[in-house]
């Protein structure tokens, strides 16, 4: 298979339409990514895939394409054609993005179906009869059960995206109820970052002679990321976390924490010290998540502090570093977290903080990348330099939290400020940036 592949050299080799080559030219794919290459022709040829490849290597495109190669040898279908599950509303709304635009020559129409936004209007997208459903388990499953006319009982293809999230108690009842109410005549593609037991299983219950693709080797991170550490103590993080932001001034940078309401303190703590930070996390409304995801894509500011709700799957092309504020202990979601950067052979650099509360978890995520990582260099006294003005960020923005609520507000920020775009961006109220900026 491995000489094959190097023979591989456009899209057209795989066996592709030639509209869907078309297609692919025009967003600019030239060549086939190593994961496109392995499994378009496997899905061509009928077979259900397992495809192990890590975040950033091009998985959508090697499902989207050949499901929409086989839509356009189908006769018009009035059915549903095929259905893509996600673990979160913004890999869902991306992947149908997606979709649209390799199939804008075939008049492809796909569905979103994700909690947050009304039912009443996705019940009539989905009475225009899309061909393409993509969803989170939870929400295509309300309209499995409670939309008229809304039955999978013809569906050709069934893609699990993240298939290792989607297995976790969030959504485990949900998939397999879906499971049971989708024709056994299918193909079914599974796409996952890792092959953990629960994966395993899923792929006996609802896969047929499957043909596996490991992309990469496992819980690798790209050769082309520069990773480093940092040890220190956990109350000089937050000095730590801006000087390596302001060293880097100018660059795309996601810092990853452990909670919601980290991202949003430490969002405001950045901004009062003139830096364009906006968090995106699970408690936002999803109106702002994709309106905070959309000011980082698009340049308007180049911080996003996040949860792991947006370690995977978000297409955002132009992170420059990723920082791990806080360790995940889950050492499998670094290497989710780290494939934010260094994707399709950019270089990127990826530097985790680490306290002493953390040094167990750090140790296991070396063991499991197989590498003892550098460490990051920086003097301890010019660091701490920072350390007055950073105090005082942090006690002005833990004044504005709880002035808005803190945790309590959490069903209420769709009125409180502390998920403001705008100020988040510094545009109403841009005193206290100034104010840091001059000392």
Not at 174 to 200: H, W, Y
Not at 385 to 398: G, P
């Amino acid at each position: 298979m491995a000489e094959e592949n190097e023979e591989v050299k456009t899209f057209k080799d795989l066996g592709l339409a030639e509209s869907l080559v078309e297609a692919c030219e025009k967003l600019g794919w030239k060549t086939p990514l190593k994961i496109q290459a392995e499994a378009i022709p496997l899905a061509l040829g009928g077979k259900d895939v397992i495809g192990l490849a890590q975040t950033g290597s091009g998985k959508t495109g090697a499902f989207a394409l050949p499901i929409l190669h086989a839509l356009l040898d189908a006769p018009r279908p009035k059915d549903f054609f095929a259905c893509v599950l996600s673990p979160t509303r913004e890999l869902a709304i991306q992947i149908a993005e997606q979709f649209e635009a390799l199939g804008s020559e075939i008049g492809v129409k796909c569905a979103v179906l994700v909690g947050g936004i009304d039912m009443v209007q996705q019940t009539i997208k989905i009475a225009k009869q899309p061909h393409i459903i993509v969803g989170t388990p939870g929400r295509v499953l309300d309209h499995l059960k409670h939309t008229k006319g809304f039955s999978f009982s013809r569906l050709k293809y069934l893609v699990l995206d993240e298939a290792d999230r989607l297995l976790n108690e969030d959504f485990e009842e949900s998939l397999n109820e879906i499971l049971q109410m989708i024709p056994r005549e299918r193909r079914t593609f599974l796409f996952s970052a890792t092959m953990t037991k629960k994966v395993q299983k899923l792929q006996r219950v609802c896969l047929r002679n499957p043909v596996k693709i490991e992309a990469s080797s496992k819980y690798s991170t790209v050769d082309t990321l520069k990773q480093q550490y940092r040890f220190l103590p956990a109350k000089h993080k937050d000095c730590y976390l801006v000087y390596i932001l302001t060293e880097m001034a100018g660059s795309t940078s996601m810092v990853f924490t452990r909670t919601c309401d980290a991202t949003r303190l430490l969002a405001l703590i950045l901004r009062n010290l003139g830096l364009k930070a906006i968090p995106i996390n699970g408690h936002m409304s999803q109106s702002k998540r994709l309106g905070a995801l959309n000011k980082f894509k698009s340049g308007e500011c180049n911080i996003l502090l996040c949860t792991d709700v947006a370690s995977r799957g978000l297409d955002i092309p132009t992170v420059d570093m990723v920082i791990n504020y806080d360790i995940p202990t889950n050492s499998k979601d670094y290497i989710h977290r780290v494939g934010r950067t260094a994707r399709a052979g950019r270089s990127g650099v990826a530097i985790s903080l680490v306290n002493q509360y953390e040094l167990e978890w750090y140790i296991q995520i070396e063991k499991l990348i197989g590498k003892k990582l550098p460490e990051y260099p920086s003097q301890e006294e010019e660091v701490l330099l920072l350390e007055e003005r950073v105090s005082e960020a942090k006690r002005l923005a833990t004044t504005k939290m709880k002035e808005t609520g803190g945790k309590k507000k959490r069903r209420g920020e769709e009125d409180n400020d502390g998920e403001d775009i705008d100020k988040y961006l510094g545009l109403k109220d841009g005193k206290s940036s100034k104010k840091f900026r001059r000392r």
